[in-house]
C-alpha cells in the first residue's frame, strides 16, 4: 500500500473512532457518565478524543514506517584521451556477482582524439572483456 494511502487510511480511522465514540457516549447510558446533559456531553467529546487520539498514534505509526524509496543509482562519467591514452568505463561492475546490481541509469561521455581509444561498458563488463550494453571502440 503506498505512502499517501495509508496516511489515509490512519485519518480516516482516528475520525471514525472519535465519531462512534461520541455516539456511543451519548447513547448507551454508562454508570460512570454524568447524568446533566451539558456535563455529559463534555465527557462525551473528552473519551472520543482520548480513544481517537489512541487509534491514530497506533495507526499513524503503521503509517508513517514505511521508508520512502531511494533514488536510483546513477553513475556519470566524463573522459578524455589523447594521444596514445586509452579510457575504459564501465557503468556497472568489471566483474559482476549474482549481487550485484547494476545501476538504473548510466550517463557516459569520452572524446578521443590523436590515437587515444575509449571503450564504454552501460552495464557489466563480463569476465571476456565484453557487456550486453558495449559500445565499439572508437579510435
Known sequence: MSRPMRWTVA???AAVTFWVCLWAARAVSWGWLPKEEETRFAVAIAFATVAATVVAAG???WAGREQPPQP????SQRATATGKGRITQVGGSRTPTPATAAPARVDQH??????????QVGGDQHADGGGADDQPTRP
Open 11 to 13: 485519518v480516516v480511522a
Open 59 to 61: 495507526v499513524g505509526w
Open 72 to 75: 536510483e543509482p546513477t553513475v
Open 110 to 119: 569520452a572524446e578521443a582524439s590523436d590515437e587515444g581509444s575509449v571503450t
